[in-house]
């Protein structure tokens, strides 16, 4: 009986641990920073992107990126960097996600690499990848 009740508690115990563990939240994202790239490879001045409505937008876009574990090298530099500022506490420092971003012209897609460690290469489908050219580079 007694070896029941530990392997039941055993069980509970890793069940806890396994849903607590299982959906680490990104936080709340509070603002954007973003960096244009020129042709030439020059980077233009960072603009910060605070807006409420424009954050809440680019927070679904960025939830629609398809990501997969591949490391890729681009031929070329971003279009864009950008910079995702999350907030998970008051208490706690804001944490920050780095995005290099490649616009397609000839797909309207957008490529996307990240320095988060549960993503790492992602695309971005046409509709998803206009709204984040449109915010990026008519803000820059």
Do not use: H
């Not at 807006?51 to 279009?79: C, G, H, N, Y």
């Amino acid at each position: 009986m007694m070896k029941k009740i530990i392997n039941f508690t055993s069980l509970f115990v890793f069940m806890v641990l396994l849903v607590g563990c299982a959906g680490e939240e990104k936080g709340q994202l509070s603002r954007v920073d973003v960096q244009k790239i020129d042709t030439e490879g020059n980077y233009e001045d960072v603009v910060m992107i605070t807006d409420s409505e424009t954050i809440e937008l680019l927070r679904q876009t960025f939830e629609q990126i398809k990501w997969d574990d591949k490391v890729v090298k681009m031929a070329r530099k971003p279009d864009v960097e950008a910079t995702l500022f999350y907030t998970f506490d008051e208490d706690i420092p804001e944490r920050l996600y780095e995005y290099e971003i490649w616009f397609n012209e000839s797909a309207s897609t957008a490529t996307i690499i990240s320095n988060n460690e549960n993503e790492s290469y992602g695309e971005l489908n046409k509709g998803n990848a206009q709204t984040l050219k449109k915010i990026f580079l008519s803000n820059v």
